[in-house]
């Protein structure tokens, strides 16, 4: 039962720290995407990649995340410094296709 | 103006009651939608697709209005396991994507 898997599952750090989340898309899948999920502002879009190139990243913060696919297998997002308001879940999806995401767990950060 | 809006309810409804709302876009080119389900601290899965000439799944009903720019989701004899967010999604195109930011369903016994 193929499934994307994302590390750490809950990260709690203090402000000013490095944060970096990975993600495992599902094996063949060559599109990957980026979330953050908050109850305010609900599911958006940071960036996401095909075959590894980034492809929009316009809605990620760019002067303290960064994101990267080292290869098929690992897609990383970075916060440097993190702050209070990142506190978030952020959720990896893969798919072959714009027919169907699929997700994976999401990581829980709180930024103290 | 937020490219997909939702009216985030909540929907509070009995078993078996018939359940239905909307989610708008604002881009006529868009080409793509979907209705994702998100149960309380999960990830979003695929509900359904979202056809032009409207498109069933059991209870679930998928309509599109070009016309009016919206797609809607309704729920037939609800159960209590229906009780969830759902989440529309709008691709514009290869590049350009967007999730609203869902309705809260809750069925009670």
């Known amino acids: 039962d193929a499934r994307v898997t994302q590390t750490p599952r809950h990260k709690v750090t203090e402000m000013g720290q490095e944060v970096t989340m990975r993600c495992q898309p599902i094996?063949?899948?060559?599109?990957v995407f980026w979330y953050r999920q908050t109850m305010m502002q609900g599911l958006e879009l940071l960036a996401y990649?095909?075959?590894?190139?980034?492809?929009?990243d316009s809605g990620m913060p760019k002067d303290r995340f960064s994101a990267e696919m080292p290869d098929a297998t690992l897609a990383t997002l970075k916060i440097q410094p993190s702050e209070p308001r990142d506190s978030a879940v952020y959720f990896c999806?893969?798919?072959?296709?714009?027919?169907?995401?699929?997700f994976g767990p999401g990581t829980r950060l709180t930024v103290l | 103006r937020k490219e997909v809006e939702q009216d985030p309810g909540p929907f509070n409804v009995p078993e078996g009651a018939t359940v239905a709302f909307n989610c708008t876009y604002s881009?006529?080119?868009?080409?793509?939608f979907f209705w994702y389900r998100q149960d309380c601290r999960k990830e979003p899965k695929l509900l359904m697709s979202?056809?032009?000439s409207g498109n069933e799944d059991g209870r679930f009903t998928a309509q599109l209005n070009r016309a009016s720019q919206y797609i809607s989701l309704l729920i037939r004899d609800s159960k209590l396991s229906d009780s969830a967010t759902y989440l529309c999604?709008?691709?514009?195109?290869?590049?350009?994507?967007?999730f609203g930011a869902g309705t809260t369903v809750t069925v009670r016994a």
């Open positions: 999806a893969s798919t072959r296709t714009h027919n169907e995401q699929f």
């Open positions: 094996l063949g899948h060559n599109t």
């Open positions: 990649f095909r075959n590894r190139a980034p492809l929009d």
């Open positions: 881009n006529s080119a868009s080409q793509s």
């Open positions: 979202v056809y032009s």
């Open positions: 999604v709008v691709i514009l195109n290869d590049y350009k994507l967007s």
